[in-house]
């Protein structure tokens, strides 16, 4: 269950976000739950928001996918076939041949 904070700590919260800290270093700075910054925080973009490249296997499969203009898919590279499906829409999955 969240706890409940004033809207003076909430306000607290907020602005650090906002001038460019991490919800982490906010949440240990302040001595309160990480989860708490994050539920009073999440319409606040991240700093960091995470990888956006694309790399390794998943890189050869898109590569194999735009020089060949498909790629068969399997069970081992099925995982790699969600990160070009989620970037690009118009990659779709076919049945059988």
Same mark, same amino acid.
């Given at each position: 269950?969240?706890?409940? #904070?004033?809207?003076?700590m909430i306000k607290k919260i907020r602005r650090? %976000? ?7 270093? %906010?949440?240990?700075?302040?001595? !309160? ?5 994050? #539920? #009073?925080? $999440?319409?606040i973009s991240s700093k960091n928001p995470g990888?956006?490249? !694309?790399?390794?296997? &998943?890189?050869? &499969?898109?590569? &194999? ?5 498909? %790629?068969?898919?399997? &069970? ?12 690009? $829409?118009? !990659? ?6």
């Open positions: 269950m969240l706890r409940k #904070y004033s809207k003076k650090e %976000v906002l001038n460019g800290k991490s919800k982490y270093s %906010v949440a240990k700075e302040m001595d !309160i739950c990480e989860k708490m910054v994050y #539920y #009073y925080t $999440k319409d990888r956006t490249e !694309i790399r390794g296997r &998943t890189l050869d &499969t898109f590569k &194999t996918l735009l020089t060949e203009g498909f %790629v068969k898919s399997n &069970t081992k590279n099925s995982g790699n076939l969600r990160t070009p499906q989620k970037h690009l $829409k118009a !990659i779709k999955k076919k049945s059988k041949w």
